[in-house]
């Protein structure tokens, strides 16, 4: 008996190939229909028996694209219509928009032979793409994804491409990016006044030999500027270096092949499948430690690790194919500005950093940065999410009303959920210039339009002074404050999708508490929707607040001052205190002693700078984090599973006793090195004490400490031993990107 089936099915199915793959399967297994894009998903109408229908399904769910996958598959069985053929439908736009916009998608296998293929009419043309790859987010402008609604309205297809355009049959069917050099985006390269020096594969050429030239060039890519140099030219990266001004901060390495990687780094089959995965980050991986480097020493300056990735783009590959060496592709802007992603704005804000211009003129709807990711515990951390992971969403088990969250200050990123799927920005940054807080409220438009969302209520942090929270008071909807760890902590439970009660170890370095101080040490419980402190670190001082956390010597005093009181200044065999001249430390001491301009914290991440200071590891740091970096590297040179005693009262970590012991350790001419691995053992311990003293079986591990691979390893290693049921971040990152997600989360529960 023949019948009529019904499919709706939601995920990530447009722009994947799904409706030439739902054709040719149907077309296989002589079923009549058709099919149609919608702003909720794909919509699928079939006849034929029970059998042929059921098997069917089944291999939509076996057979399904590579990119795509699905979320949801609804089917109902209705009364038969008599379809005579199968047909692909034109696309409409009704209903609440909730269809999953693909990340921008990393060169294919079948692409690149094309770009490489001297006999193919798209022998390197910079972008070649199908429905397997290429842009996506960067390129929409509305849903459903058509090429009206993208940049690519602007180029009309040739008779060749809309052939294959058309045709259900071919791999570029309904690809919207669709193009080739005759009806394309094309190349140009510019000098830095704005002049054309000249165009397509000369272009190309030419910037190989001012690569090689040790010149710094600006390369408009996918989602934005890249600024490049010649990564084996120690001259060139000064230059960069001095241009950006960026003294220290580790620079990201594009490589020609991952032959070339592994003569530089250690690989493991994680972090290879990751390089040469479609989303195709950043990848952190160690140096080897052979010596035999090519590269410039001041590329990762004192630094045992490496950001590294392969070409992403057929523009990317033609280039790297041509230098044959590895470059540094760090991002196109100004420091705490976002990237650049307009030529016009590229030439006013970068024509003091480089050399000349490599342009297109396919526009970029929206900055998407490449993404940050490292192996934890044979598992992808993402630390930056953005190119090929944004803006996929997160499911919730409740729905809500439209909520729009803003994020946090630092790392921002904003969401937007529609019902139960929380769409998460891609990474903007710092909100510390003009240009980074025009960037954010864009960002917000951008997210607002593409799912035509009709916001109910706006979520930001608690802290009054975040300029993120401050856009919400101009704003009519009504607003709810979530505190910011809770938020770390609900982000995390949201991505794993587990429910309380649950123990929250939440470690960074700032956060607006309930109580006006800022936290960042702390245990928090989570049950019956609800989120409460119940420990921390035992509160110190900031002489200077936000100043410290650029001055980790700063920071060191502050505890000192604790330990010792006024008298620490005394001791010379203290480097925070030599760090100072003697009229820097007296105003230091007048903060402390007075209480001025010296907030309380509870920060674990100011912590851990304190004692990178005391062991004289850095005084001041160039960019953020750079203290704790440089203490977990320290603490991977040693190896022990000794620790300091952990000491609690009142559930206050009294951290005092292990910095006496750090500090004794030192003048007894112990090994730095053993001394950051105790500590980091310590700070495990801790966790340990804490998640027996309250005995839930579930803990969850977010922050930005928890960036920290050794301290991350270590407390999962450690939990499981003790038979705890340990989660941590993955694809959503446990520094301040993740926090827009848990703010929706937190106020979701209240519907």
């Not at 999953?100 to 990393?106: G, K, Q, S, T, Y």
């Not at 594969?201 to 030239?213: C, D, K, S, T």
């Not at 979530?482 to 929250?504: D, R, T």
Request: with cysteine.
């Amino acid at each position: 008996m023949i019948k009529r089936l019904s499919l709706v099915i939601q995920g990530a199915v447009q722009g994947v190939g799904f409706r030439p793959f739902i054709f040719r399967l149907a077309s296989e297994m002589d079923l009549k229909g058709w099919i149609i894009n919608s702003s909720q998903g794909v919509f699928i109408e079939v006849e034929g028996t029970d059998v042929i229908l059921n098997r069917f399904i089944s291999r939509i769910r076996e057979e399904k694209p590579g990119p795509s996958f699905i979320q949801s598959l609804e089917s109902k069985y209705l009364d038969p219509v008599g379809f005579k053929a199968f047909e692909i439908k034109k696309s409409e736009d009704k209903g609440v928009k909730t269809v999953i916009v693909l990340p921008d998608i990393a060169t294919c296998p079948d692409c690149l032979n094309e770009v490489f293929d001297p006999k193919n009419r798209r022998y390197l043309y910079p972008f070649t793409n199908c429905t397997n790859c290429g842009p996506r987010y960067s390129i929409i402008e509305s849903l459903p994804y058509d090429r009206p609604n993208t940049a690519m309205k602007h180029f009309s297809m040739c008779e060749k491409c809309q052939k294959e355009y058309d045709n259900p049959l071919d791999r570029r069917f309904h690809a919207q990016p669709n193009a080739c050099p005759d009806c394309g985006p094309r190349v140009q390269l510019w000098d830095n006044k704005g002049k054309v020096l000249t165009e397509k594969e000369e272009a190309l050429e030419m910037v190989v030999q001012r690569i090689n030239n040790g010149e710094v060039i600006a390369i408009k890519g996918l989602g934005g500027f890249h600024l490049v140099v010649n990564a084996q030219d120690i001259k060139a990266v000064s230059k960069l270096r001095r241009r950006k001004n960026r003294d220290e901060k580790p620079f990201a390495l594009m490589f020609p092949n991952i032959e070339s990687i592994k003569f530089e780094c250690k690989v493991s089959q994680k972090e290879e499948q990751l390089i040469h995965s479609s989303e195709s980050p950043i990848v952190i991986l160690d140096k080897l430690s052979s010596g035999q480097s090519n590269l410039a020493e001041n590329v990762a300056p004192g630094n045992p690790s490496l950001g590294v990735m392969l070409p992403y783009t057929p523009l990317h590959y033609v280039l790297m194919q041509l230098l044959g060496k590895p470059i540094v592709a760090t991002s196109g802007n100004l420091s705490d500005e976002p990237i650049c992603i307009d030529e016009i704005e590229a030439l006013d804000r970068l024509k003091h950093i480089t050399d000349c211009f490599l342009v297109h003129n396919r526009p970029i709807v929206r900055q998407v940065d490449d993404s940050l990711v490292r192996i934890v515990k044979n598992r992808e951390l993402v630390l930056r999410r953005s190119r090929g992971y944004a803006p996929l969403p997160v499911m919730l088990k409740t729905r809500a009303v439209s909520m729009l969250a803003v994020g946090a200050h630092q790392k921002n990123c904003v969401a937007l959920n529609i019902e139960n799927r929380v769409f998460i920005s891609q990474h903007i940054g710092d909100l510390e210039t003009e240009e980074a807080f025009n960037a954010f409220e864009k960002t917000i438009s951008s997210i607002k339009n593409l799912y035509d969302a009709d916001i109910k209520q706006i979520i930001c942090d608690a802290h009054p002074e975040y300029l993120s929270s401050k856009y919400t008071k101009d704003i009519d909807t009504p607003n709810i404050e979530v505190q910011h760890h809770f938020a770390h902590m609900a982000s995390c439970i949201a991505e794993n999708e587990i429910e309380g009660p649950v123990l929250g170890i939440i470690w960074d370095g700032t956060g607006y508490g309930v109580d006006g101080k800022i936290w960042g040490g702390e245990f928090i419980h989570f049950s019956k929707k609800r989120f409460k402190r119940v420990g921390s670190l035992k509160n110190f001082l900031l002489p200077g607040g936000n100043q410290a956390v650029k001055e980790p010597r700063r920071t060191a005093v502050g505890l000192l001052f604790e330990m010792y009181g006024k008298e620490f200044t005394d001791r010379q065999d203290l480097k925070p205190v030599t760090a100072f001249q003697s009229n820097e430390l007296k105003i230091i001491l007048q903060m402390l002693d007075k209480n001025l301009n010296a907030p309380q914290t509870s920060s674990m991440g100011r912590l851990f700078d304190g004692v990178a200071s005391i062991l004289g590891l850095k005084q001041e740091i160039s960019f953020e984090g750079q203290a704790a970096i440089e203490l977990e590297y320290l603490a991977w040179e040693s190896k022990t599973e000794v620790s300091y005693q952990v000491i609690v009262v009142d559930n206050l970590v009294q951290w005092q006793d292990c910095i006496f012991e750090i500090i004794k350790e030192l003048n007894q001419g112990q090994s730095i090195s053993l001394i950051a691995h105790k500590f980091h053992n310590y700070l495990v311990d801790i966790i340990i004490y804490f998640a027996k003293h309250f005995g839930e079986q579930k803990v969850v591990l977010s922050g930005g400490c928890f960036q920290n691979r050794l301290l991350t390893e270590k407390a999962i290693d450690a939990l499981e031993k003790n038979g705890f049921q340990p989660y941590w971040h993955q694809r959503i990152p446990p520094n301040d990107g993740g926090i827009a997600l848990g703010q929706i989360f937190i106020a979701s529960l209240k519907h």
